[in-house]
């Protein structure tokens, strides 16, 4: 005798019969989700930057919030009550929440699966309610009082800050915030204070991030770092304290001359916390490490402003004659303490150290 399905009589002939029901009924009587984890997919869009919450954790949206929306709906759907092997395989096209306004929309969810092994696998599709509430985010909050927690100071010692050395610290600042993006969310600066005697203050949003802001900028100019804390309040009886981190960028700086394992040297280049120096006998040129770097191991003997100049008056080798354009005093040297193919009439650069005078780049 042939089997018929229970619920609408289809003989076996017509459709397979599996549990007492056709294939047709069988996906109306085993749903492949029993329950969504909540009755509605409740999200926050911070009105101020834009970012959205789900159950206390926010995320960054760049230029696509769909994906961050997308990105939460696969968490909520993981917890979903749903057959073992029940699979999403469509997500209708929705609206792009606005970050103004609250708003409610329904998103179409299709998924496939089977319950039972006898059974093809099905698709069925669900509703879902989007609710998209508008609030304000934890570091938009913060950011809008001026919190901060550490203060970064960049200073140099004994010296302004140049132009150039401040396009360079803008830069690497804003590099390290761009690398730092989605992985920490207070990784931002209140505010940037010009000292009016040289040097930046930063008000640096975490400390964690006012760690790594100090390490990179120390590794790239050459600087040391100096630490120190105050207590800044008192909070449930225990003691908060405020960090500051201070940057000393070195008393050297391009163009100084200066001594390196008791040789003189003119620094020619510094890039990524590495100096290259050039040796003013030899005229060999080297790039010293990040810690040979360090001003414990370079010291100025002469800063660039202090080079004095002087015209050539007179090649004759082993000789060459110079004359000061300041005292018009004219001397001999070695023509080794010049460089190569100079003329006579030419302007060159020279510097007097204990030992002799040496002519130097001008950078």
Sequence with gaps: MSQICCKCGKSEEEEPIVDGFCLSCYKDEFPLISSFYEKQFNLTACKLCGDFMY??????????????????????????????????????DFEEPSCDLASKQTLKIIFEGTPNDDVPPYQQEYDLTLMVNIGVCDRCAKFTRGYFETIVQIRSDRRPINEEEQLQITDLI???????????????????????????????????????????????????????????????????????????????????????????????????????????????????????SHPDHVKVLKKKDQFQKYIVVAIQAPNVSIMNTASYETIDIDINMIFENHQDGDEILMVELPYGLFECKEI
């Excluded at 800044?232 to 009886?237: A, E, I, N, V």
């Design 174 to 292: 804003q590099q390290k915030k761009d690398s730092r993006v989605g992985e920490n969310r207070m990784a931002y600066i209140a505010k940037v204070v010009d000292q009016a005697k040289g040097g930046i203050d930063l008000y640096v949003g975490s400390d964690k991030f006012a760690k790594t802001i100090t390490s990179f900028l120390s590794e790239n100019l050459a600087a040391s770092i100096e630490y120190s804390t105050k207590l800044k309040s008192m909070k449930d009886g225990k003691p908060i304290y405020q960090s500051t981190y201070c940057i000393r960028m070195p008393y050297f700086e391009l163009g100084d001359v200066v001594n390196y394992l008791n040789n003189a040297f003119q620094i020619i280049g510094i890039k990524q916390g590495r100096v290259e120096i050039q040796n003013l006998k030899t005229r060999e040129s080297k790039t010293l490490s990040i810690k040979d």
């Design 55 to 92: 159950h206390g954790r926010w995320a960054e949206v760049h230029d696509n919030p769909k994906e961050i929306v997308l990105e939460f709906l696969d968490k909520f759907l993981n917890k979903t009550k749903k057959e073992t092997d029940a699979q999403v395989v469509i997500v209708g």
